[in-house]
C-alpha cells in the first residue's frame, strides 16, 4: 500500500459509494459539458473552434494518462532508493543543519528526538520510506511529493488552456474593432466616382508612409527597429495600415475579387491557429522539465526565467511591426507618385528565415512559458501556502507576477491583433481563404487525384506513359480544384 491509514477492507461501504458517485457524477458533467460545446459549435459551423476543443480533449486524456501512471506506478517509485547523501542536493529548499545550528545539549537532544519520532510517523504513513531506512538509504520519491507533482502538472495544463482561451478572447475582441474599417474600405472602393475619374497617390503625403517610413529609409537599421519597438506599445495597427495591408492581400492573392472581406479571413485565420496554441507539444514538456531542474534554492531560477517570455514577445512585437516598416520603406523608395491606391507588396522575405509561421511557435511558447509562471505560483500558493521557501522571497516573487500580468495583456491587445493581420503578408495565403465547404470539396478532389493517379499507375505498363498518365490525371483534378476555389473566392 503507498500510503497509511485505513484500507477498503474496514471502510463503510456508505463512505465509498458516496464518494465515488460524486467523482462520477463531476466526471460525466464534464464530459457532457465539453460534448454540448462541441455540438454547438459544429452547429454555429465554427470547424476551428471545434478542433482546438478536440485538441483539449486529447490534453485531457494525455493529462488522464499521466495521472494514471502516476498511481499505478506510485508503490514502484516509491521502492526506489538512492543514497542519502544524494538527496540532500540540489534542493528547492535548504535544509536545517543541526550540526553548526544547535547551541547546547537540549537542543541536540530535541531535535534528535523530534527527529526520531518524524521518522517514526514517516514511517507509518509512508512504508516507502521504511522500507529505504531498512538499506540505509532514502526513497527516490516518497507519496507525498509524487501526489504534489500530480496536481501541479493539473494545474499547468488548466492554468495553460484558460490563459490561451483568454489571450484568444481579448485580442479577437480588440480585432472586432477593425470591423468597421473593413466596412469603410469596401464602400470606398465601390464609389463610382472613384472608379470613373483617374486619380494619383503622393506617396509621401500618404499617411501610411508618413507614420511609417520616416524618411530615414534602409540606411539607419538601428532607427527603423527601435520605431518598431516602440510602435508596439502605442497604436500597434492604425486605420491606414489595415486599409493598405488589407489592398495588398487583396491585390496579390485576390485580384479578381475585390468584393473579398479580408477582416472575415483574417478571423478565421486567427481561429485555426488556436488549436495550435492550446495545445502542449513535447517540447514545451521539456522546457517543464528543465524548469523544475532548476529550481535550486538561492538560484532564483524561477524569477529570471519570467523574463524569456518577457523578452520573446518584445521581440516578436518589434519583428511584426518591422514588417509593416519594410512594406513602407519599399514603396517609398521606388515611388514618388502612383496611379490609384497605394499598393504594397507582401512577401516572406521580411520575415525571420523567410518563415512568417515562426512567429505562431513564438507565440505559443510565450504564453506556455508565462503559463508555467503563473501556474507554478498558483499551486504553490495553495499548496505550500505564500511564505513557504518554494515560494521565494517577496523581492523576487512581486516582479514575477507583475511581468506575467504585462505579458498576457500585451499579448492578448498588441502582439495577437499585429500577428492575425501582418502574417498575411507573407508570399502565400492560408487555407482558411476558402470557406469550411470549399475547402472539403477541395479535400475531396485532391484524394480522388491521388486515387485516379495510383490506379492509372497500376494500368500502365511503360514507365515513360506511366509517369505521363499520372501528371495528366494530377493536372485535370488540380484545375477542378483551383475551379472550386476561384468560384469560392469571387463569391
Known amino acids: 500500500m503507498a500510503g497509511g491509514g485505513t484500507t477498503l477492507e474496514f471502510t463503510p461501504t456508505w463512505v465509498v459509494a458516496v464518494v465515488c458517485a460524486v467523482i462520477v457524477v463531476i466526471s460525466l458533467a464534464a464530459e457532457r459539458i465539453l460534448h454540448y460545446t462541441g455540438k454547438y ?5 465554427q470547424k476551428p473552434l471545434f478542433e482546438a476543443l478536440e485538441k483539449i480533449k486529447e490534453e485531457l486524456m494525455l493529462l488522464g494518462f499521466i495521472s494514471l501512471l502516476l498511481t499505478v506506478f506510485q508503490d514502484c517509485i516509491g521502492k526506489i532508493c538512492i543514497a542519502e547523501h544524494s538527496d540532500s542536493k540540489w534542493l528547492p529548499c535548504k535544509k536545517y543543519d543541526t550540526e553548526s545550528k544547535s547551541t547546547s545539549h537540549f537542543q541536540a537532544l530535541f531535535l ?21 531506512a531498512a538499506k540505509g538509504k532514502v526513497p527516490l520519491l516518497s507519496t507525498t511529493p509524487l501526489h504534489h507533482l500530480h496536481i501541479f502538472i493539473f494545474v499547468l495544463a488548466v492554468v495553460h488552456v ?65 520605431h518598431s519597438f516602440f510602435k ?34 483574417m478571423m478565421r485565420a486567427l481561429e485555426a491557429d488556436f488549436k495550435k496554441v492550446v495545445g502542449i507539444s513535447w517540447y514545451l514538456w521539456l522546457f517543464v522539465v528543465a524548469f523544475l531542474l532548476l529550481n535550486i534554492h538561492g538560484w532564483h531560477a524561477y524569477f529570471w526565467i519570467a523574463f524569456i517570455p518577457f523578452m520573446l514577445l518584445l521581440a516578436v512585437g518589434t519583428q511584426l511591426e518591422h514588417v509593416i516598416t519594410q512594406l513602407a520603406h519599399e514603396v517609398a523608395e521606388k515611388h514618388v507618385a502612383i496611379e490609384g491606391d ?20 513564438l507565440i505559443h511558447i510565450i504564453l506556455f512559458q508565462n503559463s508555467f509562471e503563473l501556474a507554478c505560483f498558483f499551486w504553490i500558493l495553495v499548496q505550500y501556502h505564500f511564505d513557504s521557501c518554494i515560494m521565494g522571497e517577496v523581492g523576487y516573487v512581486i516582479p514575477r507576477l507583475v511581468i506575467g500580468v504585462i505579458v498576457q495583456f500585451l499579448c492578448s491587445y498588441s502582439t495577437l491583433p499585429l500577428y492575425a493581420i501582418v502574417t498575411q503578408m507573407g508570399s502565400s495565403f492560408k487555407k482558411a481563404i476558402f470557406e469550411e465547404h470549399v475547402q472539403e470539396g477541395i479535400a475531396i478532389w485532391a484524394r480522388r487525384a491521388k486515387s485516379k493517379a495510383k490506379g492509372c499507375g497500376k494500368t500502365a505498363k511503360d514507365p515513360k506513359q506511366d509517369s505521363l498518365t499520372l501528371e495528366l490525371a494530377k493536372a485535370k483534378e488540380e484545375e477542378k480544384a483551383v475551379e472550386i476555389a476561384s468560384e469560392s473566392i469571387t463569391a
Not at 342 to 361: G, T
Request: proline letters at 3%.
Open 41 to 45: 459549435l459544429k452547429k454555429k459551423h
Open 112 to 132: 534528535s528526538t523530534r527527529h526520531l519520532l518524524a521518522e517514526a510517523s514517516d514511517s507509518d504513513s509512508d512504508p516507502s520510506g521504511a522500507y529505504c
Open 162 to 226: 484558460t490563459f490561451c482561451a483568454l489571450t484568444i478572447l481579448f485580442g479577437s475582441a480588440k480585432i472586432r474593432q477593425w470591423k468597421h474599417w473593413e466596412d469603410s474600405a469596401a464602400e470606398k472602393e465601390y464609389d463610382p466616382e472613384k472608379v470613373l475619374n483617374t486619380t494619383f497617390t503622393h506617396v509621401q503625403d500618404h499617411d501610411f508612409i508618413k507614420n511609417r517610413f520616416l524618411g530615414i529609409g534602409k540606411n539607419l537599421a538601428l532607427l527603423s527597429w527601435m
Open 232 to 265: 508596439q506599445f502605442f497604436g500597434s495597427v492604425t486605420k491606414s495600415d489595415y486599409v493598405t495591408l488589407r489592398l495588398g492581400f487583396i491585390n496579390t492573392h485576390c485580384r479578381g475579387n475585390p468584393k473579398f472581406n479580408f477582416h472575415k479571413y
Open 342 to 361: 497605394l499598393v504594397v507588396q507582401p512577401s516572406d522575405d521580411h520575415f525571420w528565415f523567410h518563415r512568417p509561421q515562426i512567429v505562431l511557435l
